[in-house]
């Protein structure tokens, strides 16, 4: 019995351990992230209006010599507009925050347009919804998503396992693009 108790004692100690290292790396990625807003004013700045993606839309970048540190997407569409931040460090994805503004009508639908059609809703800023997803990246892996309900996502999940890709290569894109355009 007593090696039972031990063996759990020792997996309790394991799990705690693997607990504290994610504590550690997350308390790290907000620090750097904090030192990088910090510091905007002295890396060199590009802007680019983003062509690739549907809508209108602005790509920002913040460089150290070569190395990109913060690249904020703007995206506005008719149902919504999105704003990204994509943190760097050591050439590394870090950290993302997506704030994304949902429209309760297309903003074109306007209230003359929604009479014409005897609607009695158009489009109106104020029953906007923000939704806002922040993940957490170690070694360009998604490691934490804090989704809209300020809830976290299962690690486990087909949505998580499936965000990594498509943030990752969101994020290589608008680099891209804001390179391209030294």
């Known amino acids: 019995m007593s090696r039972f108790f031990s063996f759990l004692f020792i997996i309790v100690i394991a799990f705690s351990a693997c607990k504290k290292k994610q504590e550690n790396i997350l308390a790290s990625i907000r620090e750097t992230?904090?030192?990088i807003d910090a510091k905007l004013k002295d890396y060199t700045y590009r802007r680019v209006d983003d062509m690739v993606t549907e809508g209108q839309g602005v790509i920002s970048g913040y460089f150290r010599d070569d190395e990109a540190k913060k690249i904020i997407t703007e995206r506005y569409v008719k149902d919504r507009r999105t704003f990204t931040e994509y943190y760097f460090d050591d050439g590394m994805l870090i950290y993302v925050v997506s704030?994304?503004?949902?429209?309760?009508?297309?903003?074109t639908y306007t209230e003359e347009v929604a009479r014409f059609q005897n609607d009695t809703e158009w489009y109106d800023d104020s029953k906007t919804k923000l939704e806002i997803n922040?993940?957490?990246f170690n070694d360009n892996k998604l490691i934490k998503w804090t989704g809209p309900s300020s809830a976290d996502v299962a690690?486990?999940?087909s949505d998580f396992t499936e965000q990594e890709p498509l943030i990752l290569a969101r994020a290589v894109l608008a680099l891209k693009h804001l390179k391209e355009e030294e």
Request: glycine residues 6%.
């Open 134 to 136: 922040k993940y957490y």
């Open 99 to 107: 704030q994304d503004f949902i429209y309760n009508k297309p903003n």
């Open 155 to 157: 690690v486990n999940g």
């Open 33 to 35: 992230r904090t030192e």
